[in-house]
Nanobody
Framework: QVALVESGGGLVQAGDSMRLSCVASGPTISNYAMGWFRQAPGKEREYVAAINAYGDTTYYGGFVRGRFTISRDNNKMTVYLEMNNLELEDSAVYYC?????????????????WGQGTQVTVSN
């Protein structure tokens, strides 16, 4: 059983940057693709970004437009989401998730393990 804990959320102003971290414990995640999703109040969970097990392939949701970067450090069992030029619409709870396959999926149902989420609030 993999446990995921997100951190790094908080309140920022529009245009600011923020880095989210997701630390895994339990079995190694080095063979798992990892993803970030988000959910705003009254909206469905939305795909943000994912990275394959090897860390050499990433894929982003269309709204990212080059502002976010996902990365991973398998030695530290940690996945990061660097977010730049944050917009009001980026306010949401951000969730880290692990897919037991090595390749990327954009579908939340493919992810087996989920963290509790970290709140990101962007103000103007």
């Amino acid at each position: 059983q993999v446990a995921l804990v997100e951190s790094g959320g908080g309140l920022v102003q529009a245009g600011d940057s923020m880095r989210l971290s997701c630390v895994a414990s339990g079995p190694t995640i080095s063979n798992y693709a990892m993803g970030w999703f988000r959910q705003a109040p009254g909206k469905e969970r939305e795909y943000v970004a994912a990275i394959n097990a090897y860390g050499d392939t990433t894929y982003y949701g269309g709204f990212v437009r080059g502002r976010f970067t996902i990365s991973r450090d398998n030695n530290k069992m940690t996945v990061y989401l660097e977010m730049n030029n944050l917009e009001l619409e980026d306010s949401a709870v951000y969730y880290c998730a692990a897919d037991r396959r090595w390749s990327i999926s954009t579908t939340a149902a493919d992810y087996v393990y989920w963290g509790q989420g970290t709140q990101v609030t962007v103000s103007n």
